[in-house]
């Protein structure tokens, strides 16, 4: 159930209730292949209590060798509302994103994370007419290797991913 911006629905939650101080826990986002030169990720947060800790987010991409790399982050008590978070991401294929939540000193620091989004992205598709398949990668390039690139692999073929589709992505909690 995806409730943007409304009371219904959940919200992820880093407890520091069972962690001991200094303990990091994570929520990864899936992998996308954004497109978009003015492209965002958004998300809301909520850290309140006198035992808070630390909230960063990472993102890995083809450009950063895919390595995660620290693009924000906020510690201690920052208020008892929903706060906005907002990152810019250049042009990056096959971007993936964590969360990190750090436990603090004690338990009156849980830190709760809602409405994830990938705002004016735009992705890339791998849905193309098999006339109008470029090529990408050298000539016999296997799947493995095809994908890693950020390509398309069908019929023993990689080719470029084209057209962009739904510039908003939201990121849907998976079930378990």
């Not at 992820?12 to 929520?27: E, I, R, W």
């Not at 965002?40 to 808070?52: E, N, P, Q, R, T």
């Amino acid at each position: 159930l995806i409730t943007p911006r409304t009371a219904l629905g959940y919200y992820m939650l880093f407890s520091a209730s069972y962690l001991n101080p200094g303990t990091s826990a994570f929520l990864q986002s899936p992998s996308y292949p954004l497109t978009a030169t003015e492209c965002k990720l958004v998300f809301y947060y909520h850290m309140a209590g006198i035992d808070m800790g630390r909230l960063y987010v990472e993102v890995r991409s083809q450009q950063s060798g895919d390595m995660y790399e620290e693009v924000w982050s906020v510690e201690g008590h920052q208020s008892s509302k929903w706060q906005r978070g907002e990152i810019p991401l250049p042009s990056l294929a096959n971007v993936q994103a964590r969360w990190v939540g750090v436990r603090g000193p004690g338990v009156k620091g849980d830190i709760a994370l809602d409405d994830v989004s990938y705002e004016n992205c735009g992705v890339k598709t791998c849905d193309v007419p098999p006339a109008t398949q470029p090529s990408c990668g050298t000539p016999g390039i296997g799947q493995q290797e095809c994908e890693k690139i950020g390509c398309c692999y069908r019929d023993k073929i990689c080719y470029q991913k084209l057209g962009v589709t739904d510039p908003t992505i939201v990121v849907a909690p998976t079930p378990y």
